[in-house]
């Protein structure tokens, strides 16, 4: 085991995992932290914490995973590579681990211009594949960056993202293999709307050899209102809408837009179960954390397996 998190034993175990997503607030308010959490409890297998998603500024992501393991849940302790260098990521690595924290998930980060602070200096010191490597190097080796060793080395199971709708498609499957080689344990992707796009993704990851070495979680967002779906298409890089989601939207009665939209993300929960090179779903259901009690009963996700 490499760290013995809740989330590395369900996928070595070969059971279909069911992640979470839980978002700190813009405040110290603890109370918030835990409402949020209540829900998720028995529900998830894991549940990401975001570190200052979308550029704006929220309580850090090491303190709501402390809170959330309070509450019963085995955070995903997310660290982007927007606001440290690699000295204090290399820190906050060390101080994770050593308050319980068992998995981590490596990422870019949005950029600083997209949030409430677009004067801010970008530091992007390593990248989000260099993170990757940078933990398990103190891992494994139980060395710094600069080759000092570590009195101690963190034990975290290590997670990274993807997305297989941005552009060239031909070279997405080449940058998850980057972070495969990088020392990646495990994936969650982008939003999926687009499923064509997805199928043709993972059978690349397949025939590459890829999905032996990393567990893929693919990322499912139900959609609340037609409104998001069109902000999502029209406004968010990297996410790929195609019209057929919005045309299904809008030919539902409008007090059951959130209900057919929470139905599409059960079928493609469903459809993930059955996909070769898929090991779970990583549900983003954003701000409406009281959903996922009911999104993973339809999904026909629960009871959640103990390992």
Same mark, same amino acid.
């Given at each position: 085991?490499?760290?013995?998190?809740?989330?590395?034993?369900?996928?070595?175990?070969?059971?279909?995992?069911?992640?979470?997503?839980?978002?700190?607030?813009?405040?110290?308010?603890?109370? &918030?932290?835990? $409402?949020?959490?209540? *829900?998720?409890?028995?529900? !998830?297998?894991?549940?990401?914490?975001?570190?200052?998603?979308? /550029?704006?500024?929220?309580?850090?992501?090491?303190?709501?995973?402390?809170? &959330?393991?309070? $509450?019963?849940?085995? *955070?995903?302790?997310?660290? !982007?590579?927007?606001?440290?260098?690699?000295?204090?990521?290399? /820190?906050?690595?060390?101080g994770a681990s050593a308050l319980g924290i068992r998995n981590m998930l490596c990422l870019s980060g949005d950029h600083q211009q997209f949030g409430d602070h677009p004067q801010s200096k970008g530091v992007f010191d390593i990248d989000s594949t260099q993170l990757i490597g940078t933990v398990k190097k103190m891992r494994d080796e139980a060395k710094f960056l600069g080759g000092a060793d570590i009195d101690g080395p963190p034990k975290l199971f290590i997670g990274g993202a993807a997305n297989p709708f941005a552009e060239p498609h031909e070279w997405r499957v080449h940058r998850l293999a980057k972070k495969v080689a990088a020392g990646v344990d495990f994936v969650q992707t982008q939003c999926i709307f687009n499923m064509e796009r997805m199928r043709t993704w993972v059978k690349e990851a397949v025939d590459m050899g890829l999905t032996e070495k990393v567990y893929i979680l693919a990322g499912v967002t139900p959609m609340k209102s037609i409104g998001m779906?069109?902000?999502?298409?029209?406004?968010?890089?990297?996410?790929?809408?195609?019209?057929?989601?919005?045309?299904?939207?809008?030919?539902?009665?409008?007090?059951?837009?959130?209900?057919?939209?929470?139905?599409?993300?059960?079928?493609?929960?469903?459809?993930?179960?059955?996909?070769?090179?898929?090991a779970g779903v990583h549900l983003m259901a954003i701000e409406w954390e009281h959903k996922v009690p009911e999104i993973a009963e339809r999904a026909n996700v629960l009871p959640r397996p103990v390992v």
């Open positions: 085991m490499k760290s013995g998190s809740n989330l590395e034993k369900i996928l070595r175990a070969g059971h279909f995992a069911f992640t979470g997503e839980l978002g700190p607030p813009r405040g110290s308010n603890v109370e &918030a932290v835990r $409402e949020k959490a209540k *829900p998720l409890v028995g529900n !998830v297998d894991a549940v990401n914490i975001t570190d200052n998603q979308t /550029a704006m500024v929220r309580m850090s992501s090491w303190a709501a995973s402390l809170i &959330a393991i309070e $509450e019963g849940l085995e *955070p995903n302790y997310q660290m !982007v590579c927007r606001d440290r260098n690699r000295l204090a990521m290399q /820190a906050d690595i060390l779906a069109r902000y999502m298409q029209l406004k968010v890089p990297g996410m790929d809408v195609p019209n057929e989601i919005i045309k299904r939207l809008q030919g539902v009665d409008k007090k059951k837009v959130a209900d057919e939209g929470i139905k599409i993300a059960c079928e493609q929960i469903e459809e993930f179960k059955e996909m070769k090179g898929v």
